[in-house]
């Protein structure tokens, strides 16, 4: 900790009362107005260290008020005015995927597979964000995911942990900047620590079943990302790993959060998961609750005041000394200090310039789109064709939005038929097509050149609590597409969904299919661009898209059986199930483009190093040809993976270990070239130590997981 900030810590410590210091720890949410004078109470008496600013177990649910800039100045005034100690309140909202411009949802932003562009995103929704008197977001979410069925799997980086960490720094870098005490930057959060997204079934909030060796080298990176990105907060999750809650878990919170990944921010809980660890049946009371949170390192306490009403007596009981509350205290104080806020507690709200907040949005709507199939070239499309829109997501805006978007408007969100009307005037007819208008939109679809179904999900099935057994299109819309099939018509897909939903029976019967995510407030715009060729489709799969629901959990980097089971990768493919085929529908890192990519074979400069030259920084050099030999100029993200044919413990078939999106103009051909070190070549034993292991490595370069062009090296 820098002795400046130290010292200033020293000193406010030395002045304050216990009670006072647990009230550092203490994070309630915006008071409703029948309850702001007892709560400008406790700001007076420093027992208000931070302050939720939304309401409601699950925010990202449910609408919530604008922010009154004013509102907050006001209680900040009396935080640093009248408490004992002027400490200031730390504010934190989950601005998750855009403050007032709606970005796409974070599984969007990663199928760009474009740092800088999810970097940009989130300094635009810092700078919003920081001008509604928000210091704090609760974002980026890392948990690695597996289970479309599981809502949240929209708030994360999809299942790939070296994807994860990439743009776990791109986020944490975007939203703290270099100085995160600018006034237009905000602290970032790593959530939901640790193992969320292998909750059971899908099912949210439930159990997880995670061994060492799965958190170290799966779970886990995408954190260390952000914590060596800088992430000055993280906050713990629900759940527990094999029957150990993590709110109260010392050896994740502590040992491996912070004498592992060396974490020297605070770690606040996730809503009242302290006082839950009763129900989670390792508490009698709040007080054991707070004494077992506490001790485990977790210092801030969300909403449920359980710290705030029992500490003391821990103290006092000597169950609990103070030392472990000041040291919670410090590294509050520390974020507090980090972010500047003893300087300017308060919000000077002024103009912001959104058009290139909307700019930027529609550049990640665009490049986050995947386009799934596109036979015979259908797309693009001219725009002298008759095209009739069906189906119900053709007037649709506030899915487009998709969960987690507090502050954004549907007001500002074109739907789909708008947008493609501007882009061809006359030639536009927009259907929604079920339910009593079935007649209408066949008749829609017969009188049309080209048949565009714009269907999806709803963004209430997606988000915290929102688990869905069944990840297929609903019947009417399964109805449209069997309606359009028989009209003989050539036919678009556009899915509007937060997840990728199951694409047996659906995705065959479309001519082209374009998953257009819930993309933020520019995401028909996007959808309009890309139909008509405006922009060429870029984005790739961060997460498999299944055939079918029950063949979930489906993964690209799973490890080898014995058996001739690996159906991922085809092998004995009928095997896995005797009544059906569980390969992919659509691999991890799949996408296609307008134009076609030619790869020649793989070069490697060093294909032999020894462990030492390995261990001081010595890396491979490996390159390959990537040739645009279509017809349009396209972004194509070159993927490089690996296979540690023989280690120490069993490692994938495949792992994503490199990854470069480049623009290849039409008729060029790059030279593209990787390097594979310590970091890469690695990985965890179930102890958490690293190992770097002599043996042949296959790495392959291609467009996606799938590939089979490669090349061997060789640690010795
Ligand atoms: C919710 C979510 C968490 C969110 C927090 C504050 O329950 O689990 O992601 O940041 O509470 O709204």
Known sequence: MEKDIQKKIDELLSKMTLREKIGQLNQPETPTADKIEEFKDMVRKGEVGSILMSCGATAGNDAQGAINVEFYNKLQRIAVEESPNGIPILFGRDVIHGHNTVFPIPLAMTASFNEELIEKSFMDIAKEASNDSIHWTFTPMLDLARDPRWGRIIEGPGEDPYLGARVAVAAVRGLQGNNVSDKDKILACAKHYIGYGASEGGRDYHRTEITDYSLFNYYLPAFKGAVDAGALTVMSSFNDVSGQPVTSSRYYLTEILRNKLGFMGFVVSDYDAVSQLKKQGVAQDEEDCADMSLSAGLDMDMHDSVYLNNLEKSVKEKRISEDIIDTAVRRVLYVKFKKGLFDNPYCEK??????????????????????????????????????GLVGPFVHERRSLLGSWTLDGKESETRNIYEAMREKAPGKIEGITGVGLGWDSSVRCMFESDVVVLCLGESWTATGEHRAVSDISLTDDQKMLIKKAKQTGKKTVGVLFCGRPIEMQGIADNFDALILAWHGGNMCADAVANIIYGDCVPSGRMPMTAVRKATHIPLYYNVTSSGRPVNCYYGENAGDCYVDSLATPYYPFGYGLSYTEFRYSDIRCDNPQLSVDNIKNGKKFILSVDVENIGEYNSKETVQLYINDKVASMMRPIKELKGFKKILINKGEKVSVKFELGYEELGFYLSNGEYTVEPGEFSVYIGKNSLTNRSITIKII
């Open 350 to 387: 002024k103009e912001i310039n959104r058009i290139s907040h909307f700019e930027d949005a529609l550049k990640m709507a665009e490049e986050s789109i995947v386009l799934l199939k596109n036979d015979n070239g259908l797309l693009p499309l001219k725009k002298d064709k008759k095209v």
